[in-house]
């Protein structure tokens, strides 16, 4: 009898201690969604304003910016309603994984210039994509222009030493971006 009270005890205590547990992750739970319902349209706010800024960056010149529809980061900046190129928003896959970039290109389709938002490349080596000595050589180039090679071409984009996948990775990115905004230029001027 003793040793099935004691075993009764014992099933008690487990549940109660699942019970606090339990209390616990849903106080926890609630607190976390409440937090995150209070911040977020402050969160969204201010990434909606880097976004801006990182534009107004690339088009200094630029008024406005006019997201494209069916394109959710492509953007016509402009200057009040003249305009003066697109700001395209590009996603792709580094040597580190992911990478975000925006890049400017005027009416004629010829890039002005691009910045990496986010990226996990090698410091010292892929992250070189972001400094000027790379992104420079993409200015004034069209999309046939956006070749890697390793030996230097001025027509072409040279290599990041150590960094070819990186290179590449940019590279091809903008080109393709590049060529799908002549896609859809085409496409407008046929209608």
Known sequence: MEH??????SLQQILLVAL????ACLIAGCVIASVFVMTNPFAERNRKKMAVDAMQQLMPNATGFRL???YSSWYL???????????????TKGYGGAMKILAAVDTNDILINYTI??????????????????RN?????????LVVVKSHDPDKIDAMSGATITSRAVTNAIRNELFALQGYQKSLAAQ
């Open 4 to 9: 099935a009270v004691s075993r009764e005890n």
């Open 20 to 23: 606090n547990l339990a209390t």
């Open 68 to 70: 494209i529809p069916g």
């Open 77 to 91: 900046a402009q200057c009040n309603t003249v305009p003066l190129g697109y700001v395209l928003g590009i996603q």
């Open 117 to 134: 938002l986010s990226h996990n490349e090698t410091p010292g080596l892929g992250d070189g994509a972001e400094k000027p000595k790379f």
């Open 137 to 145: 050589q993409f200015k004034g180039k069209s999309a046939s222009q």
